[in-house]
């Protein structure tokens, strides 16, 4: 765990010494990148400076309840707007990611940019190419991670209801509403502040977990019933759409978040992985558990990341052919898969 109060100093003389100040966070961003992202505009505006923010394309529905989201630019759609956000700010500053390819987009801008850049995130292995580099991959959420960072900043807690909502938002959806991800005694005790200072942990649970569908859940109906497979002897799971079955329950995005996690409820199983068709490749989502490394292998068989127990990728081509790569390539991981299966049982 990285020392903080070093960076506090840095990152407020920075936001104090800077004109236009910008946010960015990755692309498809989730409930973290959009609740660290908002959190810490909120404290910058509570010092009297104005700070813009960028997602690098649409938000999903679950997030537009949130205060000032109608602030951000959506640079996939607004990239006119974008562009000249990026090349008028002189800080940016970039949340919940490692790689500048998370950007989507909007990376040639940000990186071509000459503004002072600094990354706020809790992904392992972070690149370098921020000129403050402020990462703890120890923290359940980037929002926890700016909690302290913000409070560091402030000499004291900083009570504000946008602020604390943002970070719930935040901690909540890394951890699953506490199912998974990598909470700690801190995050525990940061939600005891959050509780303390009022945050509406009915209302927030409601919008995040409680929005979906009858179609999504019929979707969910159908993935597990006809589009799930078990390889009980290599501990995983794992569910393929179709395009034409996101069709069928007329897909919205995120219609398919947390189907990943579902399949890691069945006995002995320590991997599992969610393949849905796009247009021309497939996007997957793997979660593990235990020792089980999602990263690496998102990272050696997808080109993806991510997290130990959380990671993502996308592949060129077919459903069927990528799935096949897949199955191709998971006997190689047997003994791994094995070992996190074994210490499970303890
Ligand atoms: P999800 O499965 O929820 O989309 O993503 C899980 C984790 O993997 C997140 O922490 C996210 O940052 C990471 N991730 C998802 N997709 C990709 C990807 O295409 N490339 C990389 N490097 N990371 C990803
Ligand atoms: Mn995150």
Not at 108 to 135: G, Q, R
Not at 174 to 182: C, L, Q, S
């Amino acid at each position: 765990m990285p020392e903080l109060g070093k960076y506090t100093k840095e990152l407020k003389k920075l936001i104090e010494d800077s004109g236009h100040i910008l946010l960015i966070c990755h692309i498809n961003p989730d409930g973290d990148a959009i609740g660290a992202m908002l959190a810490l505009r909120r404290w910058i505006i509570s010092r009297g400076k104005e700070a813009r923010m960028i997602s690098p394309n649409a938000l999903q529905k679950f997030l537009l309840w949130m205060n000032d989201v109608d602030q951000i630019v959506d640079f996939h759609h607004n990239t006119g707007e974008g562009t000249r956000l990026i090349n008028e700010a002189d800080l940016i500053i970039m949340v919940d990611f490692n790689t500048t390819s998370r950007m989507g987009k909007a990376e040639p801008l940000v990186t071509a940019s000459a503004a002072k850049k600094v990354m706020i995130d809790h992904h392992p292995d972070p690149a370098t190419f921020a000129d403050i580099v402020i990462s703890d991959v120890s923290r359940s959420s980037t929002s926890e991670l700016v909690y302290f960072l913000v409070n560091g900043m402030e000499g004291s807690e900083f009570n504000d209801s946008e602020f604390i909502t943002a970070v719930y938002v935040g901690i909540i959806t890394d951890t699953g509403n506490f199912e998974h991800g990598y909470y700690t005694g801190d995050t525990m005790r940061t939600v005891g502040h959050l509780l303390d200072m009022g945050v509406d942990k009915e209302k927030v649970y409601n919008h995040v977990f409680c929005n979906f569908s009858p179609d999504r859940i019929r979707l969910k109906g159908f993935s597990l019933h006809s589009r799930m497979v078990v390889h009980p002897e290599l501990h995983t799971a794992y569910i393929w759409l179709t395009r034409e079955d996101l069709e069928k329950f007329n897909h919205v995005k995120g219609d398919t978040e947390g189907f990943a996690n579902v399949l890691l409820t069945m006995n002995g199983i320590v991997l599992s992985v969610l393949f849905v068709e796009r247009s021309g490749f497939v996007k997957m989502s793997l979660r593990s558990k235990g020792s089980f490394n999602a990263n690496e292998l998102s990272r050696k068989c997808f080109n993806g990341g991510g997290h130990r127990n959380a990671a993502g990728g996308e592949m060129k081509g077919t459903i069927h052919e990528v799935v096949s790569h897949f199955e191709n390539t998971l006997p190689s991981f047997s003994r791994e898969l094995k070992e996190a299966a074994e210490e499970m049982l303890g």
